[in-house]
């Protein structure tokens, strides 16, 4: 399955973002979804996941509380929707997606991914 992830843009510290990741080609209802994103100059780091009926979401301790993932199985959309976006939070926001269950935290552990959406927060 091929992924559009799509909503970033540039804001200010405090704002919101809702990312969308959308498949190509086939449904993903069955399909693990997670996010993941890189800041310029760092590895790819997990930020949440959820599994395929969006029941049960974890989050990096970094963004819990603040970040929350969701899934619309009539659009067929998984949505990243950022609260109280801090500078350190700029980066490219990936989408992904895995057949295996339950959902976990490595970027290995992923075969399908969106090909980003950049976010800058400026303070």
């Known amino acids: 399955v091929q992924l559009v992830d799509s909503g970033g843009g540039s804001v200010q510290a405090g704002a919101s973002l809702r990312l969308s990741c959308t498949p190509s080609?086939?449904?993903?209802?069955?399909?693990?979804v997670a996010w993941f994103r890189q800041a310029p100059g760092k590895e790819r780091e997990f930020v949440g996941a959820t599994n395929w009926n969006g029941d049960s979401p974890f989050y990096a301790d970094s963004v819990k509380g603040r970040f929350t993932i969701s899934r619309d199985s009539a659009q067929d959309t998984a949505y990243l929707r950022m609260h109280g976006l801090k500078p350190e939070g700029t980066a490219v926001y990936y989408c992904?997606?895995?057949?295996?269950?339950?959902?976990?935290?490595?970027?290995?552990?992923?075969?399908?991914w969106g090909k980003g959406t950049q976010s800058a927060v400026s303070v």
């Open positions: 992904t997606a895995s057949l295996r269950r339950p959902p976990r935290r490595g970027t290995h552990d992923y075969q399908h």
């Open positions: 080609g086939r449904r993903f209802s069955s399909y693990s």
